[in-house]
């Protein structure tokens, strides 16, 4: 039973109770206490259980919230009272179960690695299921609004409320971040960047660069910066030479972030040991090199891809990090809109056809299909893929990796599916001629085809096909829709702020912005659960074009992008700008991402 609403109204009142004032969205205002008959009813209960005069309890409560201390140690501190103890009290006060230990099955782990490791740590709760109930495990008994934040970002309404210690609740975000004890890889230590800052020891020796398990700082310190990007959830860690400096950042949410700024004489000492367990030449330096090693956190695998770059000031490298057992999203959790959903599902099932995914780097192309991929993935069907690289492993699912080295190329590889028996097949990538004829055979002899294109809008996609060698009629024969889609940023749901848009704010958006005048729009603010960004996560965009007959019709006699694109908005198409701003309308993300990744 979903209990929320009672804890927020008996948060107020335990608040009231202790003269507490709630700041907006319920916690307690930090540091504040004003006076007030007490309300003793609520923690009578409690009061007699631990053997506390109730004047003692409320005392306690009110230090605590002045202390920004969680009452249980307040309690346990101030009367030797077992906080354990005194947290199930108040749970059976309030009626909400209290956990003295949480069990973190695979699906916690997952959902907790959803969300932002330093977001929960800070405020102390955590999403987990027990005994077939969706909860939110929280320490503060003040903080009904976490529980909200928690819901909207899992997208989970029914989360219900319990209580456990806040050591209780560490541990179990630990345990799914793979920090348990005995699980936790010991090179991982969680050390500070600011440890760093001085110059690195000058008797560092060539053993010091070759042991990954020692204890000599520049190994820490890669160990930190990757374990620092993975609990972050970034994409990319760059390490920047200049003149004087190091630089380092952090790719978060499609974005470069400076982190740190290192001593320059840490630069030779990083790249040789990241050049060692990529088991690259750690002698050239004057040619660019490409690697990857792997890393365990916990329970999590993660690819680390490395590029390193010859510049005027040293070599720049650039990791790359790959989850490798990330959950695949679904393809309802895409972003997709209603209509969208819904012809992308029929069109995944059609028996044969072309279905391609374009856009620039970086924009999903990938994920999407990996979406489909697993929306049709059945013990009946034969998937078969080819990828450079594969980036994510799917069960029951043939999958072959592009190796230049060995002359297997895209083309090469879709020869040998196409003896494999497939009914399905991915190809990570149409970049050449030969791959894209042998696409287009494969779909005309009844196989169903994903791939990508990197073109900038749906309608370009066919004359891509069609610069690349393949004939209009053959481009209306066996491509069956166009999906082109940007990656924009998710507002934080903690510090996003609404406002109406003025006439000179809606001008981006062209001649259709007066119908958009009085809106309510919402802008990032930033704060400290999403670092100062005013986001959190990223979102896809998206335009969809069907070829059914008419287009067909135009392909084959007239196959230039603008009248493809102009006949596709006539029939009913949303453009990537207009499906951003639903997206906009919906408080989702901002009119700045959805132009800066967008162009009319």
């Given at each position: 039973m979903d209990r929320l609403p009672d804890f927020r109204r008996m948060a107020h009142r335990l608040a009231a109770l202790c003269r507490l004032p709630l700041a907006r969205g319920g916690r307690v205002a930090a540091g504040q206490a004003t006076p007030g008959p007490p309300r003793p009813s609520l923690l009578e209960p409690m009061a007699e259980t631990l053997a506390l005069p109730l004047a003692a309890l409320e005392d306690a409560f009110t230090e605590a919230a002045r202390a920004g201390q969680n009452p249980f140690k307040r309690l346990a501190e101030l009367h030797k009272v077992d906080a354990g103890l005194a947290a199930s009290a108040l749970?059976?006060?309030?009626?909400?179960?209290?956990?003295?230990?949480?069990?973190?099955?695979?699906?916690?782990?997952?959902?907790?690695?959803?969300?932002?490791?330093?977001?929960?740590?800070?405020n102390l709760a955590v999403p987990v299921a027990l005994d077939g109930r969706q909860l939110v495990v929280l320490a503060d008994p003040?903080?009904?609004?976490?529980?909200?934040?928690?819901?909207?970002?899992?997208?989970?309404?029914?989360?219900?409320?319990?209580?456990?210690l806040p050591e209780t609740i560490v541990s179990a975000i630990n345990h799914a971040h793979g920090e348990a004890e005995g699980e936790r890889d010991p090179r991982l230590d969680n050390l500070s960047l600011d440890d760093f800052m001085g110059p690195p020891p000058e008797n560092m020796s060539t053993e010091d660069l070759l042991d990954e398990t020692s204890n000599a700082?520049?190994?820490?310190?890669?160990?930190?910066?990757?374990?620092?990007?993975?609990?972050?959830?970034?994409?990319?860690?760059?390490?920047?030479?200049?003149?004087?400096?190091?630089?380092?950042?952090?790719?978060?949410?499609?974005?470069?972030?400076?982190?740190?700024?290192?001593?320059?004489r840490w630069h030779p000492p990083v790249v040789s040991h990241v050049k060692i367990r990529s088991k690259l030449d750690i002698a050239e330096r004057r040619l660019p090199q490409d690697g990857s090693f792997d890393i365990r956190l916990g329970n999590r695998n993660v690819d680390i891809r490395v590029s390193v770059f010859p510049t005027k000031f040293g070599?720049?490298?650039?990791?790359?990090?790959?989850?490798k057992n990330s959950r695949i999203l679904s393809l309802g959790e895409l972003g997709l809109s209603p209509g969208h959903f819904e012809e992308l599902s029929a069109l995944a099932r059609l028996p044969h056809g072309i279905i391609l995914v374009t856009g620039p780097t970086g924009s999903g192309k990938s994920t999407t299909l990996y979406a489909l991929i697993n929306h049709i993935n059945s013990t009946d069907k034969n998937i078969?893929?080819?990828?450079?690289?594969?980036?994510?492993?799917?069960?029951?699912?043939?999958?072959?990796?592009?190796?230049?080295?060995?002359?297997?190329?895209f083309a090469g590889g879709l020869r040998s599916i196409l003896r494999q028996d497939p009914d399905v097949i991915l190809v990570g990538e149409i970049r050449d001629t030969e791959t894209a004829q042998i696409a287009c055979q494969a779909a005309l002899?009844?196989?169903?085809?994903?791939?990508?294109?990197?073109?900038?809008?749906?309608?370009?996609?066919?004359?891509?096909?069609?610069?690349?060698?393949?004939?209009?009629?053959?481009?209306?024969?066996?491509?069956?829709?166009?999906?082109a889609q940007r990656l924009v940023r998710v507002l934080c749901p903690h510090c996003k702020e609404a406002f109406v848009p003025t006439e000179e704010d809606l001008l981006p958006f062209g001649p259709g912005a007066a119908a958009l005048a009085g809106r309510s729009f919402c802008r990032?603010?930033?704060?400290?659960?999403?670092?100062?960004?005013?986001?959190?996560?990223?979102?896809?965009i998206h335009e969809l074009l069907v070829i059914d007959e008419a287009m067909a019709e135009l392909i084959l006699h007239n196959p230039e992008a603008g009248r493809i694109r102009a006949a596709a908005m006539a029939a009913g198409m949303a453009t990537l700008r207009q499906d951003g701003?639903?997206?906009?309308?919906?408080?989702?993300?901002?009119?700045?991402?959805?132009?800066?990744?967008?162009?009319?």
């Open positions: 749970a059976a006060s309030l009626g909400l179960p209290y956990l003295e230990a949480i069990d973190v099955s695979d699906e916690d782990a997952e959902r907790i690695r959803r969300l932002p490791f330093g977001y929960l740590k800070r003040f903080a009904p609004e976490l529980a909200d934040d928690l819901r909207r970002l899992l997208g989970q309404p029914d989360l219900a409320v319990a209580l456990a700082p520049v190994i820490r310190l890669v160990n930190q910066l990757l374990a620092q990007a993975v609990r972050d959830l970034c994409s990319d860690i760059h390490i920047e030479p200049y003149q004087n400096s190091l630089k380092i950042r952090f790719r978060l949410d499609g974005v470069l972030y400076d982190i740190k700024t290192l001593d320059k070599e720049r490298l650039v990791l790359r990090l790959l989850e078969l893929t080819i990828e450079d690289p594969v980036e994510y492993q799917i069960e029951g699912v043939g999958q072959m990796q592009v190796n230049a080295k060995i002359d297997l190329t002899t009844g196989h169903l085809v994903f791939s990508t294109l990197h073109t900038n809008d749906a309608a370009s996609a066919v004359t891509r096909m069609v610069d690349m060698g393949i004939e209009p009629y053959m481009v209306c024969s066996v491509v069956r829709a166009l999906i990032a603010v930033g704060c400290p659960q999403c670092m100062g960004t005013g986001y959190r996560g990223r979102t896809s701003m639903d997206k906009i309308l919906r408080h989702i993300t901002t009119m700045e991402e959805v132009i800066r990744a967008t162009v009319v």
